[in-house]
């Protein structure tokens, strides 16, 4: 029987599928996934690879992402790398290296090659002030080259309780014209009990102003499965976030591992969600945005039709990196602040995360380069197929073949009878032509594209990954 293929914003929630194929897996923001990254990777080879991204055909677009790392408070769901303080002091002199980081880096790139995408990141970036924001941004446009195309993406994330109208003006014309706010859930209880009230008023006041500043769009983070959340109040939560309209939702699933997270043990165990309760708060957030009118994007996010994911979705050039779901697909990323990710050709690479090493490397007039990872043949034909399964929702066999010079069902065997347990739950099939997810497999990406993940079945430590739902 050939089942129905997928609209763009078609996921039937089952509870029990789902419930089936929770296990961990990778998030596939890359492919091979950071957690297999080596120290031999040097700074060196990244100078050879960004040098060599000037070259020919692969001298592609450039995306930004800048990390900024503080905090003013602690919220105890938090698993980002960030570093918590009132002293901006520290703001001050963190800008004054990533200044050198910029300086270092940004010769290495062809003055030709336009910035066409911008992300901050954290953190909070919004513990910098906006007068620091914007002189950032400037700096960066006097050493890169900023992209004139209407549809460059320029983006923020912000605590809006920590940032007024007035900021936000600032921002605006300092060329952001997207912004990400937190909210998690509003309901007082949950609040207390992960660390971060904020109030629909406050929130509600920055989206407001983003939109007076003619920002192209607002996204909004929930999450669910967080300590004290109930069915009733989550619904409370998305009926106050849909009635904001954001273009954008992203809607995450909490993943407690107080081990690996200082700040979750904050968290009393007895007090999280069941895992019964937690796919309930998820049905809700899918009932309610569906019948709201966005979009289900793929993972964790939502839009309405006509914002340029949506959009890209339609058009078949959504892409995927560190900064999750994008629109522009073909750039190398190059990642700016402690912690931070670069995909440059054929190679990734990370900062150094602890923040007195990356400061070290700068002062000494070095590149903080912690660890990184040249990729093989059989690296980029995978990052390939999941890249394509993640944003389109399927893998036709013929431009696979012809860019990486296999044959498809071949090079694949092993992946696809992987696939076999997923074709008879109606997740996924395998056509003549191509791999199609269905729409019962929309919700479980993750777990499709880890069929075609060879370093999963690797010998070794086994690597920790956050739940599939």
């Known amino acids: 029987m050939t089942l129905p293929l997928p609209k763009p914003h078609d996921w039937p929630f089952d509870a029990e599928l789902l419930r089936r194929y929770d296990g961990p897996g990778p998030r596939y ?13 040097s700074a060196q080879d990244f100078v050879r690879a960004a040098v060599n991204s000037n070259v020919g ?29 009132r002293d901006q002091a520290q703001g001050d002199e963190y800008v004054a290296l990533l200044k050198r980081e910029i300086a270092l880096v940004a010769p290495l790139f062809d003055g030709s090659r336009e910035v066409i995408q ?131 939702l992203a809607v995450y699933g909490y993943a407690h591992l107080p081990r690996l997270f200082r700040a979750q043990r904050q968290i009393e165990e007895q007090d999280l969600p069941s895992a019964e309760e937690k796919l309930a708060l998820l049905g809700l957030a899918v009932e309610a945005l569906s019948a709201a009118g966005y979009r289900y994007i793929g993972m964790d996010h939502f839009a309405l039709p006509g914002d340029d994911l949506a959009v890209a979705q339609r058009r078949g050039d959504l892409h995927r990196n560190f900064m999750g779901y994008t629109t522009h697909a073909q750039t190398d990323l190059l990642g700016l602040g402690v912690s931070a990710i670069s995909h440059v050709g054929d190679s990734f690479c990370q900062n150094q995360r602890e923040l007195p090493a990356w400061q070290a490397a700068l002062e000494e007039g070095r590149l903080p380069i912690m660890r990184g990872l040249l990729l093989d043949n059989d690296d980029v034909l995978r990052a390939d197929v999941i890249q394509r399964l993640m944003c389109l929702g399927e893998v036709e066999f013929e431009p ?70």
């Open 29 to 41: 923001t890359s492919y091979p996934t950071a957690p297999h990254f080596s120290a031999d990777f």
């Open 57 to 85: 055909a692969f001298s592609r677009l450039l995306s930004l992402y800048l990390h900024v790392p503080f905090c003013r408070s602690p919220c105890f769901y938090c698993g980002c790398n960030r570093s918590i303080t």
């Open 118 to 248: 911008l992300h901050l990141g954290g953190g909070t970036p919004n513990f910098l002030r906006p007068a620091q924001l914007a002189d950032l941004v400037a700096e960066l446009g006097r050493l890169f080259a900023f992209s004139d195309d209407p549809g460059r993406d320029f983006s923020i994330e912000l605590d809006p309780r920590f940032v007024d109208a007035n900021d936000i003006a600032v921002l605006a014309r300092a060329g952001f014209n997207r912004a990400s706010l937190g909210v998690q859930d509003f309901d007082p209880q949950v609040q207390l009990a992960v660390n971060r009230i904020q109030s629909l008023e406050q929130t509600r006041e920055i989206v407001d102003a983003c939109r007076d500043q003619k920002m192209r769009s607002v996204n909004i983070d929930l999450i669910y499965g967080l300590p004290l959340q109930t069915q009733r109040g989550f619904a409370r939560t998305l009926e106050q976030v849909i009635a904001l309209r954001p273009d954008r």
């Open 400 to 469: 696979v073949e012809r860019s990486h010079g296999i044959v498809f069902g071949d090079y694949f065997h092993d992946a696809i009878d992987a696939l076999a347990p997923l074709v008879q739950d109606g997740l996924v099939q395998v056509l003549q032509d191509r791999i199609q997810v269905t729409a019962r497999g929309r919700g479980l990406l993750r777990v499709i594209a880890m069929r075609f993940d060879r370093y999963l079945d690797l010998p070794g430590q086994p690597v920790r990954h956050s739940r599939t739902i």
